[in-house]
């Protein structure tokens, strides 16, 4: 099995060099390695070697990245890769996290979990039903404009209760109290848009994937940064939906 794991700790590895280098000649870098340079060109991302000195991973190894992390988590061999005090010591100036991740604040789809990974590596935003606000907006332009992470994954899940709290509301089969309500709200244009042809489970399911589709697509359309970001081929936006049962993380868009 390809690790992917390893690839990118020789990868962040890498980048510690530079970034030394970098300190030496007068820069800001912080990462301590011990890598000879030679092992450090070598495994430079081959996507981003041609300027001969961006270290950083392209969108599509991202998700290649994270599509690894998934299939480790599947297949019970996780390897909980940046879990030990050296690495959290190596991130304590400074953190690449190869991309930013909004996910549902479901307590059953932990993204460092699902993805096998570790500190540092997802900028991470969970919300109910990946409800965008102001705050959650600001948090993912943080990601994209002052983290640089190539990738903004939309993670939506297999029974979401936000979305079936929706679904009960449009329905008149119950009503949501509180702030509960604000949810609600705005996942319903998402439940709306869904054929009510389709049977329970099924309707529940598409409403889960119109809601991640439409919160990636409001994010280009609400945020100048991150619509700037996607214009200029510095970021991808990705919907993916996450299943309680098998684990598997599906990519939609
Ligand atoms: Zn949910």
Same mark, same amino acid.
């Given at each position: 099995?390809? #690790?992917?794991? /390893?690839? $990118?700790?020789?990868?962040?590895? +890498?980048?510690?060099? !530079?970034? *030394?280098?970098? %300190?030496?000649?007068?820069?800001?870098?912080?990462?301590?390695?011990?890598?000879?340079?030679?092992?450090?060109?070598?495994?430079?991302?081959?996507?981003?070697?041609? #300027?001969?000195? /961006?270290? $950083?991973?392209?969108?599509?190894? +991202?998700?290649?990245? !994270?599509? *690894?992390?998934? %299939?480790?988590?599947?297949?019970?061999?996780?390897?909980?890769?940046?879990?030990?005090?050296?690495?959290?010591?190596?991130?304590?100036?400074?953190?690449?996290?190869?991309?930013?991740?909004?996910?549902?604040?479901?307590?059953?789809?932990?993204?460092?979990?699902?993805?096998?990974?570790?500190?540092?590596?997802?900028?991470?935003?969970?919300?109910?039903?990946?409800?965008?606000?102001?705050?959650?907006?600001?948090?993912?332009?943080?990601?994209?404009?002052?983290?640089?992470?190539?990738?903004?994954?939309?993670?939506?899940?297999?029974?979401?209760?936000?979305?079936?709290?929706?679904?009960?509301?449009?329905?008149?089969?119950?009503?949501?109290?509180?702030?509960?309500?604000?949810?609600?709200?705005?996942?319903?244009?998402?439940?709306?848009?869904?054929?009510?042809?389709?049977?329970?489970?099924?309707?529940?399911?598409?409403?889960?994937?119109?809601?991640?589709?439409?919160?990636?697509?409001?994010?280009?359309?609400?945020?100048?940064?991150?619509?700037?970001?996607?214009?200029?081929?510095?970021?991808?936006?990705?919907?993916?939906?996450?299943?309680?049962?098998?684990?598997?993380?599906?990519?939609?868009?």
């Amino acid at each position: 099995m390809i #690790d992917a794991y /390893d690839g $990118r700790f020789s990868r962040r590895r +890498a980048f510690g060099l !530079l970034t *030394a280098a970098a %300190a030496t000649l007068g820069g800001c870098g912080a990462y301590p390695s011990t890598a000879s340079p030679s092992t450090t060109s070598a495994q430079r991302p081959a996507a981003q070697d041609t #300027d001969g000195d /961006d270290p $950083r991973i392209g969108p599509d190894e +991202a998700w290649h990245m !994270l599509e *690894a992390g998934n %299939a480790r988590f599947i297949d019970g061999t996780p390897q909980h890769p940046h879990s030990d005090s050296s690495w959290r010591n190596s991130l304590i100036d400074e953190q690449h996290p190869i991309a930013s991740i909004l996910s549902c604040a479901d307590s059953r789809v932990p993204p460092e979990l699902v993805f096998d990974q570790g500190f540092g590596d997802l900028f991470t935003i969970r919300s109910a039903g990946e409800v965008l606000d102001e705050a959650v907006l600001g948090s993912l332009e943080y990601g994209v404009e002052h983290l640089d992470t190539p990738l903004v994954v939309v993670l939506g899940h297999s029974g979401c209760g936000a979305v079936q709290a929706t679904i009960d509301a449009v329905r008149g089969d119950a009503q949501p109290r509180g702030h509960v309500a604000a949810l609600v709200q705005a996942v319903e244009p998402a439940v709306l848009t869904v054929s009510d042809d389709l049977g329970e489970d099924e309707f529940l399911a598409a409403s889960v994937n119109e809601q991640a589709r439409r919160v990636a697509e409001a994010l280009p359309a609400r945020s100048s940064s991150i619509r700037r970001a996607v214009e200029q081929d510095r970021i991808q936006i990705v919907v993916a939906v996450y299943d309680l049962a098998t684990g598997r993380v599906e990519r939609k868009l």
